[in-house]
């Protein structure tokens, strides 16, 4: 039950912009559970990782085939595969400099209830900032400042979707061209910190934590879609109110057992 319940955390906050990480250090503290395994933590990034590579495999597919020169426009290809490797930099350098202060904060769950809260200031910022910006076309400098903004959201409270679709915002995108280079830039993320959490923790393979893994993947893939829509229409200040909620209350529960 446990796993299944952070497996749906899980895939219903990878792509929200509300912080997975904080999640599943906030939601096991409120429910009196042990934090969970390093092992299980894969597991259930792995469903969200899964989901991704399914929705976008089109692009994917695209993309392959133009680094190899094929399809209808490999320049294009090439040129965003270029984007999702510049973007990727900032967060390796930041993993490999400063990955023993970063694990150490999903430790601390009262820093992570206050970290949502700059999630949220982000959020009402870029949303108010970025509609007055000059649309742009993206270019390696503005992909650069995208991934920054991917690898400070290393820290749980942060939201790696609300900063890099906030960031997308500011360097000239529209909220879905945002959202949807967010989501790609998201694939090496997540891909890396799970070769590298696997590394030093054993996957833990029980009938339990597969169903978490499943309910992780189902319910990132729902994530993802929905997200995608919502963003053509609406701004993400809903998320905003959602997190002055919840990380209150987080503290207070987990404070009061």
């Known amino acids: 039950m446990r796993e299944i319940v952070l497996g749906i955390v899980q895939g219903l906050t990878e792509f929200l912009p509300i912080s997975s990480s904080a999640h ?44 190899l020169g094929q399809g209808p426009d490999p320049a294009a290809a090439r040129r965003v595969t270029r984007f999702l490797i510049i973007g990727t930099i900032p967060a390796v350098i930041a993993g490999l400099a400063f990955g023993g202060f970063f694990e150490a904060a999903f430790h601390r ?57 906030g960031a997308g915002l500011l360097a000239g995108l529209t909220r879905e061209e945002a ?25 833990v393979f029980t009938a339990a934590s597969v169903a978490g893994t499943i309910a992780s993947g189902v319910v990132g893939f729902l994530s993802i879609h929905y997200l995608l829509r919502f963003v053509r229409t609406h701004s993400l200040t809903v998320f905003c109110w959602y997190i002055l909620l919840f990380s209150p209350l987080s503290a207070l529960v987990i404070w009061l057992r």
């Open 179 to 203: 959202t949807r280079f967010s989501f790609l830039l998201s694939i090496p993320a997540i891909a890396g910190a799970g070769v590298l959490d696997a590394a030093e923790g054993e996957l």
């Open 24 to 67: 599943l250090v906030l939601v096991p503290s409120m429910l009196g559970w042990e934090e969970p395994e390093l092992g299980l933590t894969v597991m259930l990034h792995l469903g969200t990782l899964v989901a991704l590579l399914i929705y976008f495999r089109n692009d994917i597919l695209g993309l392959v085939r133009g680094v």
């Open 109 to 165: 769950p009262y820093e992570s209830s206050v970290e949502l809260l700059f999630t949220a200031a982000i959020l009402v910022a870029t949303e108010r900032y970025g509609e007055r910006a000059k649309r742009h076309e993206l270019d390696d400098k503005r992909v650069f400042g995208i991934g920054a903004a991917q690898a400070l959201a290393i820290l749980p409270g942060l939201s790696r979707s609300g900063l890099t679709i």
